[in-house]
Nanobody, 125 residues
Framework: QVQLVESGGGSVQAGGSLRLSCAAF????????MAWFRQAPGKEREGVAT???????RYTDSVKGRFTISQDKAKNTLYLQMNSLKPEDTAMYYC???????????????????WGQGTQVTVSS
């Protein structure tokens, strides 16, 4: 079992930055895929970025060049550095993890078995 706890959300003005953190607890050694998702009111949950155990990253087009996913394995913590934030980035952000089967990590929510409780990000214009 894996437990994920996000932190770092908040309210910022457009153009600002935030760094989200996701601390992982439990049997984290064999996790292959880590990811950030977000869900805005009335919208489906969407993938933002993924990071696999080989440090390969993927981003959804709308955040490329602005967001960076990274991990501190010694601290069992996943990060999402968000720069140049836009009002359309406003959403609840979720950390997710899965042991996966190797290879690329999908950016689809149904592929992940472990989820955090979410942290709210609000960007004002």
């Amino acid at each position: 079992q894996v437990q994920l706890v996000e932190s770092g959300g908040g309210s910022v003005q457009a153009g600002g930055s935030l760094r989200l953190s996701c601390a992982a607890f439990g049997y984290t050694y064999s996790l292959h895929c880590m990811a950030w998702f977000r869900q805005a009111p009335g919208k489906e949950r969407e993938g933002v970025a993924t990071l696999d155990s080989d440090a390969f990253t993927r981003y959804t087009d709308s955040v490329k060049g602005r967001f960076t996913i990274s991990q501190d394995k010694a601290k069992n913590t996943l990060y999402l550095q968000m720069n140049s934030l836009k009002p359309e980035d406003t959403a609840m952000y979720y950390c997710a993890a899965d042991y996966g089967s190797g290879g690329y990590c999908p950016i689809a929510p149904h592929e992940y078995n472990y989820w955090g409780q979410g942290t709210q990000v609000t960007v004002s214009s």
